[in-house]
């Protein structure tokens, strides 16, 4: 019997690499080309199954297409992040109590299953990412804009991502350990030059900048205030990825909680969380308010 | 980091048999990834108000046929320990409890596949005999008030029904999801649940080790 395990192995070996002969990197190219069209037009399905297909062609011949099979895991991480914003796919059981993430209004979609699928895609991406790839292979074997992107890049991402996941299912230690391992992010101005360099998903970016600010709430105030300010007011797109209850406590922190009072430097009005600019010159912007010690 | 999970030799066939792309159990992920370690096993949740906090672990034994006498990962179900119980300076009269038809209990495989509990009955009549009937009902966890976790008794059962199909070595568990088979890490799946005080229920995460 293992005689015969052993000769049924070597068989299919034998089978399985002659078909993995056949050059893949065209065929992939274009399936990431696609799947990253799928990923700007907001077909996060369609961005996971292209990724399937890919990972399903190459695994024979897994070593051969790294570099691509770290960009599918990479469009996949991301669409699953997305999703548990909006755009869900994945479904909870038709059973039980609605107490989920996002559940309710007769809506069965399930964020917290992307965030778990997005958690093993991230974990894929950072198994597979390469390093040393030449300029060349990238515009190779990647579409345009993922070689623009990088490899680096593309993992400070998944990173991100990774924390985004941890924080929204509550588990603290593991986002600050994170956010501990990576001090550039805990200043603003390089913390958006990062994710700008990451090119995180705009759903993403409040809850990114919420979390330093709770970090940078026990060891810089004025910092934790520009995170505050940013998280209120993102520069682009919505705060979805921030629950009204911790946009509240963001408002109340400014307000109240801070050791710091922050004033508009042009007429010294205090800030008004509930809106970008001073409430009076209408201009300033609360970014640019200062700090003084509260008395 | 945790140790590459062994690839169960069925698995491997399957895969050498799909190489070319060919047939419906095409495999797009042949062995779970490593980087990500899991989630926390072990989670703490203040309940507000209340003087106490939930402290939960969660796992899934691969073995757990030594302990409930057959495996119910082959009758189309997945068992996970759970022990659970209150910490904290109010433990001794915090009203926490787990509430039977509030608690949802859930399994959220790796790939997003999210499992329904099933309840101990379900799974005791599985076993098809009496002994280890009363066996898998001793072993399981009953929704109730909170004991103090020190007081808790040792980890419990409780059940999650597999998908169809769904085969399980060690503690990779090989799945159709989409087109392909997915091959996934059990212990790097997400436990939730509610718990309930004061008449409100706080929802509760905790991840599987082994």
């Given at each position: 019997?293992r005689?015969?395990?052993?000769?049924?192995?070597?068989?299919?070996?034998?089978?399985?690499?002659?078909?993995a002969?056949?050059?893949?990197?065209g065929?992939?190219?274009?399936?990431?080309?696609?799947?990253?069209?799928?990923l700007?037009?907001?077909?996060?399905?369609?961005?996971?199954?292209?990724?399937?297909?890919?990972l399903?062609?190459?695994?024979?011949?897994?070593?051969?297409?790294?570099?691509?099979r770290?960009?599918?895991?990479?469009?996949?991480?991301?669409?699953h992040?997305?999703?548990s914003?909006?755009?869900?796919?994945?479904?909870e059981?038709e059973?039980?109590?609605?107490?989920?993430?996002?559940?309710?209004?007769?809506?069965?979609?399930?964020?917290?299953a992307?965030?778990?699928?997005?958690?093993?895609?991230?974990?894929?991406?950072?198994?597979?990412?390469?390093?040393?790839?030449?300029?060349?292979?990238?515009?190779e074997?990647?579409?345009?804009?993922?070689?623009?992107?990088?490899?680096?890049?593309?993992?400070?991402?998944?990173?991100?991502?990774?924390?985004t996941?941890?924080?929204?299912l509550?588990?603290?230690?593991?986002?600050?350990?994170?956010?501990?391992?990576?001090?550039?992010?805990?200043?603003?101005?390089?913390?958006?030059?990062?994710?700008?360099a990451?090119?995180?998903?705009?759903e993403?970016?409040?809850?990114?900048?919420?979390?330093v600010?709770?970090?940078?709430?026990?060891?810089?105030?004025?910092?934790?205030?520009?995170?505050?300010?940013?998280?209120?007011?993102?520069?682009?797109?919505?705060?979805?990825?921030?629950?009204?209850?911790?946009?509240?406590?963001?408002?109340?922190?400014?307000?109240?909680?801070?050791?710091?009072?922050?004033?508009?430097?042009?007429?010294?009005?205090?800030?008004?969380?509930?809106?970008?600019i001073?409430?009076t010159?209408?201009?300033?912007?609360?970014?640019?308010?200062?700090?003084?010690?509260?008395? | 980091?945790?140790?590459?999970p062994?690839?169960?030799?069925?698995?491997?066939?399957?895969?050498?048999?799909?190489a070319?792309g060919?047939?419906?159990?095409?495999?797009?992920?042949t062995?779970?990834?490593?980087?990500?370690?899991?989630?926390?096993?072990?989670?703490?949740?203040?309940?507000?108000?209340?003087?106490?906090?939930?402290?939960?672990?969660?796992?899934?034994?691969r073995?757990?046929?030594?302990t409930?006498?057959?495996?119910?990962?082959?009758?189309g179900?997945?068992?996970?320990?759970?022990?659970i119980?209150?910490?904290?300076?109010?433990?001794?009269?915090?009203?926490v409890?787990?509430?039977?038809?509030?608690?949802?209990?859930?399994f959220?495989l790796?790939?997003?596949?999210v499992?329904?509990?099933?309840?101990?009955?379900?799974?005791?009549?599985?076993?098809?005999?009496?002994?280890?009937?009363?066996?898998?009902?001793?072993?399981?966890?009953?929704?109730g008030?909170?004991?103090?976790?020190?007081?808790?008794?040792?980890?419990?059962?409780?059940?999650?029904?597999l998908?169809?199909?769904?085969?399980?070595?060690?503690q990779?568990?090989?799945?159709?999801?989409?087109?392909?088979?997915?091959?996934?890490?059990?212990?790097?799946?997400?436990?939730?649940?509610?718990?309930?005080?004061?008449?409100?229920?706080?929802?509760?995460?905790?991840?599987?080790?082994?």
């Open positions: 019997m005689r015969v395990h052993a000769l049924l192995l070597v068989g299919l070996a034998a089978g399985a690499a002659s078909c002969s056949t050059d893949l990197t065929k992939n190219r274009k399936l990431l080309e696609q799947a990253v069209t799928a700007e037009q907001g077909e996060l399905a369609k961005t996971v199954a292209l990724r399937d297909d890919l399903a062609s190459t695994e024979a011949d897994a070593g051969a297409y790294r570099l691509q770290f960009g599918a895991a990479y469009l996949a991480a991301e669409a992040l997305r999703a914003f909006a755009g869900a796919w994945l479904r059981p059973t039980g109590t609605r107490l989920r993430l996002g559940a309710g209004g007769g809506d069965d979609t399930s964020p917290t992307h965030m778990v699928a997005a958690a093993r895609q991230i974990s894929y991406g950072m198994d597979l990412a390469p390093s040393g790839v030449s300029e060349k292979a990238l515009a074997q990647l579409p345009a804009s993922l070689a623009e992107l990088g490899v680096e890049n593309a993992k400070l991402g998944l990173s991100m991502g990774l924390l996941v941890y924080s929204r509550g588990f603290e230690s593991k986002v600050s350990r994170i956010l501990e391992q990576n001090a550039g992010m805990l200043d603003l101005a390089s913390c958006q030059r990062l994710m700008d990451a090119r995180l998903p705009d993403l970016r409040p809850r990114v900048t919420y979390l600010f709770r970090h940078q709430r026990e060891l810089d105030e004025r910092m934790a205030y520009r995170f505050a300010v940013r998280t209120l007011f993102p520069a682009a797109g919505g705060t979805a990825g921030v629950e009204r209850a911790e946009r509240e406590a963001l408002q109340q922190w400014i307000v109240g909680e801070s050791s710091y009072v922050f004033t508009c430097p042009l007429d010294g009005v205090k800030a008004d969380p509930t809106t970008p001073c409430s010159d209408l201009k300033t912007h609360l970014l640019d308010f200062v700090a003084s010690k509260r008395e | 980091m945790n140790p590459r062994s690839i169960p030799r069925s698995l491997l066939l399957v895969s050498f048999l799909s070319c060919g047939g419906a159990s095409v495999k797009a992920d062995e779970p990834p490593r980087f990500f370690e899991g989630f926390p096993r072990g989670t703490l949740q203040e309940m507000p108000g209340v003087g106490a906090s939930v402290y939960a672990e969660a796992s899934f034994q073995r757990h046929a030594e409930l006498g057959l495996d119910l990962t082959e009758k179900l997945l068992p996970i320990q759970l022990q119980g209150l910490r904290g300076r109010e433990q001794e009269s915090a009203p409890r787990l509430d039977p038809d509030q608690m949802d209990m859930r959220y790796p790939d997003g596949t499992l329904p509990s099933v309840w101990a009955d379900v799974a005791a009549k599985l076993t098809g005999n009496d002994r280890l009937r009363d066996k898998v009902r001793r072993q399981s966890l009953e929704p008030v909170l004991p103090k976790y020190e007081n808790a008794s040792n980890a419990l059962f409780v059940y999650f029904q998908p169809k199909k769904a085969v399980v070595e060690d990779v568990l090989t799945l159709q999801s989409g087109k392909y088979g997915q091959a996934v890490d059990v212990s790097k799946g997400l436990l939730t649940f509610n718990v309930m005080f004061e008449n409100k229920l706080k929802q509760f995460y905790v991840g599987v080790g082994r």
